[in-house]
Protein backbone atom coordinates (compact mmCIF):
# COMPACT_ATOMS: atom_id res chain seq x y z
CA UNK A 1 0.00 0.00 0.00
CA UNK A 2 3.02 2.02 0.31
CA UNK A 3 5.24 1.02 -3.06
CA UNK A 4 5.23 4.08 -4.83
CA UNK A 5 4.99 2.20 -7.95
CA UNK A 6 1.31 0.94 -6.83
CA UNK A 7 -0.58 1.74 -10.16
CA UNK A 8 -3.54 4.82 -8.76
CA UNK A 9 -2.46 6.77 -11.68
CA UNK A 10 -0.90 9.61 -9.11
CA UNK A 11 1.74 10.01 -11.24
CA UNK A 12 -0.88 12.43 -13.66
CA UNK A 13 -1.97 14.71 -11.00
CA UNK A 14 0.37 17.16 -9.23
CA UNK A 15 -2.33 18.22 -6.60
CA UNK A 16 -2.34 21.76 -7.42
CA UNK A 17 1.89 21.96 -7.34
CA UNK A 18 1.73 22.68 -11.18
CA UNK A 19 -0.57 25.34 -10.74
CA UNK A 20 1.12 27.04 -7.44
CA UNK A 21 4.23 27.24 -9.71
CA UNK A 22 2.64 29.13 -11.93
CA UNK A 23 0.94 31.77 -10.24
CA UNK A 24 3.56 32.25 -7.22
CA UNK A 25 7.16 32.51 -9.67
CA UNK A 26 9.33 33.49 -8.51
CA UNK A 27 8.81 32.77 -4.97
CA UNK A 28 7.11 29.20 -5.33
CA UNK A 29 8.46 27.25 -2.57
CA UNK A 30 8.13 23.26 -2.39
CA UNK A 31 8.90 23.20 1.85
CA UNK A 32 5.91 25.85 1.53
CA UNK A 33 4.00 24.48 -0.69
CA UNK A 34 4.38 20.75 0.80
CA UNK A 35 3.47 22.26 3.98
CA UNK A 36 -0.04 23.67 2.86
CA UNK A 37 -0.70 20.51 1.08
CA UNK A 38 -0.23 18.14 3.62
CA UNK A 39 -2.39 20.46 5.88
CA UNK A 40 -5.03 20.71 3.11
CA UNK A 41 -5.32 17.27 2.43
CA UNK A 42 -5.05 15.77 6.09
CA UNK A 43 -8.46 18.14 6.75
CA UNK A 44 -9.87 17.67 3.85
CA UNK A 45 -9.93 13.60 3.44
CA UNK A 46 -7.89 12.32 6.15
CA UNK A 47 -11.26 11.61 8.15
CA UNK A 48 -12.72 9.72 5.75
CA UNK A 49 -9.69 7.31 5.58
CA UNK A 50 -10.09 6.82 9.01
CA UNK A 51 -13.73 6.54 9.38
CA UNK A 52 -13.61 4.13 6.39
CA UNK A 53 -11.22 1.92 8.47
CA UNK A 54 -13.01 2.29 12.16
CA UNK A 55 -16.28 1.86 10.19
CA UNK A 56 -15.88 -0.09 6.84
CA UNK A 57 -19.73 -1.18 6.63
CA UNK A 58 -20.71 2.41 6.37
CA UNK A 59 -17.83 2.65 3.10
CA UNK A 60 -21.38 4.08 0.55
CA UNK A 61 -22.43 6.45 3.09
CA UNK A 62 -18.70 7.80 3.63
CA UNK A 63 -17.96 7.81 0.06
CA UNK A 64 -21.33 9.58 -0.52
CA UNK A 65 -20.49 12.50 2.05
CA UNK A 66 -17.04 13.16 0.84
CA UNK A 67 -19.03 13.39 -2.86
CA UNK A 68 -20.49 16.28 -1.37
CA UNK A 69 -17.58 17.80 0.75
CA UNK A 70 -15.47 18.23 -2.08
CA UNK A 71 -15.98 21.82 -3.22
CA UNK A 72 -13.58 21.60 -5.89
CA UNK A 73 -14.59 20.05 -9.12
CA UNK A 74 -10.66 19.35 -10.17
CA UNK A 75 -9.75 17.86 -7.06
CA UNK A 76 -13.22 15.66 -6.92
CA UNK A 77 -12.54 14.33 -10.34
CA UNK A 78 -8.92 13.15 -9.15
CA UNK A 79 -9.92 11.62 -5.91
CA UNK A 80 -12.55 9.12 -7.96
CA UNK A 81 -10.19 8.63 -10.82
CA UNK A 82 -7.58 7.39 -7.97
CA UNK A 83 -9.87 5.95 -5.83
CA UNK A 84 -11.32 3.54 -8.51
CA UNK A 85 -7.66 2.74 -9.38
CA UNK A 86 -7.62 1.44 -6.19
CA UNK A 87 -11.05 -0.40 -6.30
CA UNK A 88 -9.71 -2.15 -9.59
CA UNK A 89 -6.21 -3.14 -8.01
CA UNK A 90 -8.51 -4.40 -5.07
CA UNK A 91 -10.44 -6.34 -7.30
CA UNK A 92 -7.64 -7.23 -9.65
CA UNK A 93 -4.93 -7.81 -7.33
CA UNK A 94 -5.01 -7.79 -3.68
CA UNK A 95 -7.79 -9.79 -3.07
CA UNK A 96 -6.07 -12.54 -3.64
CA UNK A 97 -3.46 -11.78 -1.34
CA UNK A 98 -5.62 -11.16 1.71
CA UNK A 99 -4.91 -12.50 5.24
CA UNK A 100 -6.89 -15.64 6.05
CA UNK A 101 -7.82 -14.24 9.06
CA UNK A 102 -9.13 -11.12 7.44
CA UNK A 103 -12.89 -10.00 8.09
CA UNK A 104 -14.97 -11.83 5.46
CA UNK A 105 -18.08 -9.40 5.56
CA UNK A 106 -15.88 -6.61 5.19
CA UNK A 107 -14.30 -7.81 2.24
CA UNK A 108 -18.09 -8.62 0.85
CA UNK A 109 -18.59 -4.41 1.10
CA UNK A 110 -15.55 -4.33 -1.39
CA UNK A 111 -17.16 -7.29 -3.19
CA UNK A 112 -20.81 -5.26 -2.84
CA UNK A 113 -19.02 -1.66 -3.61
CA UNK A 114 -17.46 -2.89 -6.45
CA UNK A 115 -21.16 -4.26 -7.85
CA UNK A 116 -22.58 -0.86 -7.08
CA UNK A 117 -20.47 1.30 -8.68
CA UNK A 118 -21.03 -0.30 -11.93
CA UNK A 119 -24.27 -0.52 -11.52
CA UNK A 120 -23.81 3.49 -11.83
CA UNK A 121 -24.35 5.08 -15.35
CA UNK A 122 -21.25 6.23 -16.97
CA UNK A 123 -23.37 9.47 -18.12
CA UNK A 124 -25.03 9.93 -15.01
CA UNK A 125 -23.14 13.81 -15.20
CA UNK A 126 -25.28 14.45 -18.03
CA UNK A 127 -28.46 13.85 -16.08
CA UNK A 128 -29.58 15.25 -12.78
CA UNK A 129 -29.74 12.43 -11.39
CA UNK A 130 -26.53 12.15 -8.69
CA UNK A 131 -24.42 9.09 -8.83
CA UNK A 132 -24.94 6.02 -7.12
CA UNK A 133 -21.75 5.55 -6.07
CA UNK A 134 -18.59 8.00 -6.66
CA UNK A 135 -14.98 5.72 -5.52
CA UNK A 136 -13.60 8.49 -3.66
CA UNK A 137 -9.92 7.09 -2.83
CA UNK A 138 -9.87 8.36 0.70
CA UNK A 139 -12.51 5.70 2.08
CA UNK A 140 -11.78 2.92 0.32
CA UNK A 141 -7.88 3.57 1.26
CA UNK A 142 -9.20 2.88 4.80
CA UNK A 143 -11.85 -0.28 4.35
CA UNK A 144 -8.75 -1.73 1.96
CA UNK A 145 -6.28 -1.13 4.46
CA UNK A 146 -8.18 -2.98 7.25
CA UNK A 147 -9.26 -5.90 5.43
CA UNK A 148 -5.14 -6.26 5.07
CA UNK A 149 -4.64 -5.34 8.99
CA UNK A 150 -2.82 -2.52 9.34
CA UNK A 151 -3.10 -0.64 12.29
CA UNK A 152 -5.52 2.40 12.55
CA UNK A 153 -2.02 4.16 12.87
CA UNK A 154 0.13 2.81 10.16
CA UNK A 155 -3.46 3.39 7.62
CA UNK A 156 -3.06 7.25 8.38
CA UNK A 157 0.65 7.17 8.20
CA UNK A 158 0.64 5.31 5.11
CA UNK A 159 -1.96 7.30 3.31
CA UNK A 160 -0.38 10.57 4.24
CA UNK A 161 3.23 9.51 3.18
CA UNK A 162 1.49 8.38 -0.60
CA UNK A 163 0.52 12.33 -0.88
CA UNK A 164 4.00 13.35 -0.03
CA UNK A 165 5.65 10.76 -2.47
CA UNK A 166 3.09 11.83 -4.83
CA UNK A 167 3.75 15.52 -4.74
CA UNK A 168 7.68 14.16 -4.99
CA UNK A 169 7.73 12.73 -8.23
CA UNK A 170 5.63 15.87 -9.25
CA UNK A 171 7.74 18.27 -8.29
CA UNK A 172 11.05 16.07 -9.97
CA UNK A 173 8.90 16.42 -12.98
CA UNK A 174 8.12 19.85 -12.72
CA UNK A 175 11.99 20.56 -12.62
CA UNK A 176 11.97 21.85 -9.50
CA UNK A 177 15.29 19.67 -8.21
CA UNK A 178 16.24 16.22 -8.97
CA UNK A 179 15.30 12.92 -7.35
CA UNK A 180 18.30 12.63 -5.09
CA UNK A 181 17.01 15.82 -3.21
CA UNK A 182 13.43 14.37 -3.74
CA UNK A 183 14.92 11.54 -1.47
CA UNK A 184 16.47 13.63 1.10
CA UNK A 185 13.07 15.52 1.73
CA UNK A 186 11.19 12.18 2.14
CA UNK A 187 13.63 10.91 4.51
CA UNK A 188 13.65 13.68 6.01
CA UNK A 189 13.05 14.32 10.09
CA UNK A 190 11.03 17.28 9.03
CA UNK A 191 8.51 15.31 6.59
CA UNK A 192 8.20 12.60 9.53
CA UNK A 193 6.99 15.58 12.12
CA UNK A 194 4.93 16.97 9.66
CA UNK A 195 2.91 14.07 8.50
CA UNK A 196 3.06 13.36 12.42
CA UNK A 197 1.33 16.46 13.09
CA UNK A 198 -1.13 16.65 10.89
CA UNK A 199 -2.26 13.23 11.64
CA UNK A 200 -2.35 14.19 15.48
CA UNK A 201 -4.53 17.23 14.50
CA UNK A 202 -7.10 15.33 12.76
CA UNK A 203 -7.11 12.33 14.24
CA UNK A 204 -10.48 13.19 15.77
CA UNK A 205 -12.01 15.27 13.38
CA UNK A 206 -16.00 13.78 12.07
CA UNK A 207 -16.04 13.33 8.42
CA UNK A 208 -19.16 16.30 9.05
CA UNK A 209 -16.35 18.38 10.22
CA UNK A 210 -13.88 17.85 7.77
CA UNK A 211 -12.93 20.92 5.26
CA UNK A 212 -10.70 23.08 3.86
CA UNK A 213 -8.87 24.44 6.17
CA UNK A 214 -6.50 26.66 3.46
CA UNK A 215 -8.61 27.87 0.77
CA UNK A 216 -5.88 28.85 -1.63
CA UNK A 217 -5.32 25.31 -2.32
CA UNK A 218 -8.63 24.89 -3.90
CA UNK A 219 -7.89 27.73 -6.14
CA UNK A 220 -4.72 26.17 -7.37
CA UNK A 221 -5.89 23.40 -8.21
CA UNK A 222 -9.22 24.33 -9.20
CA UNK A 223 -7.17 27.01 -11.73
CA UNK A 224 -4.82 24.75 -12.91
CA UNK A 225 -6.87 23.84 -16.36
CA UNK A 226 -6.64 27.33 -16.96
CA UNK A 227 -3.32 27.08 -17.47
CA UNK A 228 -1.92 27.85 -20.81
CA UNK A 229 0.31 24.95 -21.14
CA UNK A 230 0.59 21.98 -18.43
CA UNK A 231 2.28 18.25 -18.21
CA UNK A 232 -0.59 17.27 -15.18
CA UNK A 233 -4.11 16.42 -15.03
CA UNK A 234 -4.53 18.20 -12.13
Known amino acids: MSDSALPLGSFAF ?3 L ?5 HT ?41 QDAAIMCTVARRASVAQGRAL ?19 VSNILKDFSILLRSTPSN ?7 PIASAHLGPLFGVIANVLGLSVQQTAYVFMLSHVKALLSAAVRA ?35 AGQVIPVMDLWVGRHEML ?5 NS
Do not use: C
Open 25 to 65: KPKSSFATFLELSLASYASTTLPFVLAAYREPLELVELDDI
Open 124 to 130: HSASNDL
Open 228 to 232: YSRIF
Open 87 to 105: LSIWDRSIRSAVPVDASVE
Open 14 to 16: SSG
Open 18 to 22: ESYLA
Open 175 to 209: SMFGPYQAQKILASVGVQDEISNVIKKEWQTKVED
